[in-house]
């Protein structure tokens, strides 16, 4: 347990500006590209962070959690709309991604559910997230917060 | 005979499971079914409700009707669909200028426990200055929905918080209140402008 914290520590501190860098727990061929949130307007509102998720080794991946300093609950979900217009949202479950394929946490779909923050997200700043996978292996990300009313990680 | 009773269980089984799904499509697909959401939402002169606005005026039906109209309805603790369909008209506002001082552009909760009107007030102020929040008691949150023919769903989550199921299109009236049209969540963007200009350019005449 307490090597896992340690490790979590390492590898935030060998990331930078939206640049991640594998930590050291598990070899993960996973690199996270074009990540982004949105401010949230003090800490009740769930935030949402969204990112590309790129598979660069020979060996499928399966993200598995989230875990973050920002919130208790970080969770993966997934918007779906229905025939009928109607949105609703729930947890995406593990998700797997093949040699050479990227996943695309985007709005409207797959995201990254903060729940319970712990302190507000504000504009400017950024907030480290790791991204867990099968086999112990984590990736951590410095993920930018852009205003509330962002469409995407250009605004 | 023991096997008689097994068969007899499977009978008893095999009709309850057919009664089911026949009270299932009854409820469902049947004559027992509530009106179909996805139908065509009513002329805003035919619906009745009075909610508030972020600014605490008083509204209904008739302080929309005089102008087009863009009404999305959402909640403030919405983290994904709802920011991104406020930033979505906020651009399609800016791609029609000028144009898009005629519209009436309303944001609606579906969750007025929690979106009072400051938390509206606060909401709006970080999207397009058009876009006014409204908010109201439950029961007529309840008959503006129902006008639209929009859906929404109180859902319970972990640690007793709880999120709203609703539809998430954007709805597009005429100035005399007909319904013109509306724009699917994930609808392609650049079909977006023209719908809007389509409830632009209504007929004023012809509203029932
Ligand atoms: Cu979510």
Redesign the pocket.
């Known amino acids: 347990m307490k090597k896992i914290i340690m490790t979590g520590t390492l590898a935030a501190l060998l990331t930078f500006g939206g640049l991640s860098v594998p930590a050291l727990a598990g070899p993960v061929d996973a690199v996270v590209e074009s990540a982004w949130s949105r401010a949230s307007i003090g800490m009740n509102r769930p935030g949402?962070a969204y990112m590309t998720i790129r598979n660069t080794g020979d060996e499928p991946v399966t993200l598995i959690g989230l875990s973050t300093p920002l919130a208790m609950m970080p969770e993966i979900?997934e918007?779906k709309t229905n025939a009928e217009g109607v949105s609703s949202?729930s947890a995406a479950g593990e998700i797997a991604i093949a040699p050479g394929e990227s996943v695309a946490l985007e709005p409207g779909g797959l995201?990254a559910?903060l729940m319970r923050l712990q302190q507000p997200m504000t504009e400017g700043e950024t907030f480290p997230l790791t991204l867990l996978f099968v086999d112990g292996g984590e990736v951590t990300v410095e993920v930018p917060i852009l205003g509330i009313a962002a469409r995407g990680p250009e605004d | 005979m023991r096997r008689r009773t097994i068969a007899g269980y499977g009978a008893a089984g095999a009709g309850a499971i057919a009664l089911t799904l026949f009270v299932g499509w009854w409820r469902v697909d049947g004559p027992g079914a509530p009106e179909p959401i996805g139908q065509r939402p009513m002329a805003l002169t035919e619906m009745d409700f009075r909610l508030t606005d972020h600014e605490g005026n008083e509204v209904g039906p008739e302080t929309l009707i005089g102008r087009p109209t863009m009404a999305f309805f959402g909640f403030t603790y919405c983290?994904?669909v709802c920011p991104t369909t406020l930033s979505d008209i906020s651009g399609w506002l800016d791609d029609l200028g000028d144009e898009a001082k005629q519209l009436n552009v309303v944001f609606i909760t579906v969750d007025p426990e929690r979106d009072t009107v400051e938390a509206m007030a606060e909401y709006v102020s970080y999207f397009h200055p058009a876009i006014r929040g409204w908010t109201g008691p439950e029961g007529q949150i309840a008959r503006i929905a129902d006008g639209f023919r929009a859906a929404y769903e109180r859902v319970p989550t972990e640690g007793g918080d709880y999120t709203m199921n609703h539809t998430a299109s954007v709805f597009l009236f005429g100035a005399a209140g007909r319904f013109v049209t509306m724009i699917d969540y994930h609808e392609p963007r650049e079909f977006a402008v023209p719908k809007i200009r389509r409830a632009l350019e209504e007929e004023t005449e012809g509203a029932t």
Do not use: E, L, V
């Open positions: 949402a979900h918007t949202m995201h559910m | 983290p994904d």
